[in-house]
């Protein structure tokens, strides 16, 4: 759906309906959940909720005429952040990232190698700085353009542009092969 779709449910949800604020969460709880886990590890389903519920409750501070999954994923994101702060220890971040469908006759070799190597990748996530697992989970694990990436994190698309390079960079050193995500 598109901005003048979303703007039409923004205003249906401000005035109550819930069925259609529902519809504008539920079509990016995936994403969201992945942006979280990227951010917060195990803590990512509960940033998530938390994060629905106070966009219902700031949708008055939604900028009519703006794109609402920036919106919702800057929420997202923040709620995820407090999470990862607030954890009692630092736990490792558990990527949650999505497998490919597998055609049913894979051989349990090559199921293996490609659980292998995405245990390699969520280690080297691991390892990036905030900043950088940050514009890594916004870009790859949630979906999101350069746009709306710069959008979620505050800052100029070059910014965030160039903290994905760095990012991707880091990547390829500790995996010491060209990254494709």
């Known amino acids: 759906m598109d901005q003048t779709g979303d703007a039409e449910l923004v205003e249906r949800a401000r005035t109550g309906d819930v069925d259609a604020?529902?519809?504008?969460?539920?079509?990016?709880?995936?994403?969201?959940?992945?942006l979280a886990y990227g951010i917060a590890g195990d803590e990512a389903e509960d940033a998530v909720q938390d994060a629905f519920v106070k966009a219902f409750r700031k949708l008055h501070t939604f900028r009519t005429g703006s794109a609402f999954r920036p919106w919702l994923f800057t929420?997202?994101?923040?709620?995820a952040r407090n999470r990862r702060r607030s954890m009692s220890r630092r736990s490792s971040l558990e990527l949650r990232v999505r497998a490919q469908p597998q055609a049913s006759a894979a051989a349990s070799d090559v199921v293996a190698l490609e659980h292998a190597q995405r245990e390699r990748l969520v280690a080297a996530v691991n390892?990036?700085?905030?900043?950088?697992r940050e514009v890594v989970a916004l870009r790859f694990f949630a979906g999101l353009s350069e746009s709306e990436t710069a959008d979620v994190l505050g800052c100029p698309r070059g910014t965030a542009k160039s903290r994905l390079s760095r990012a991707l960079d880091g990547l390829r050193d500790a995996l010491g092969e060209e990254v494709t995500l």
């Open 21 to 34: 604020f529902s519809y504008l969460i539920e079509r990016d709880r995936d994403p969201a959940l992945r």
């Open 75 to 79: 929420i997202v994101a923040n709620e």
């Open 127 to 132: 390892q990036l700085s905030d900043d950088h």
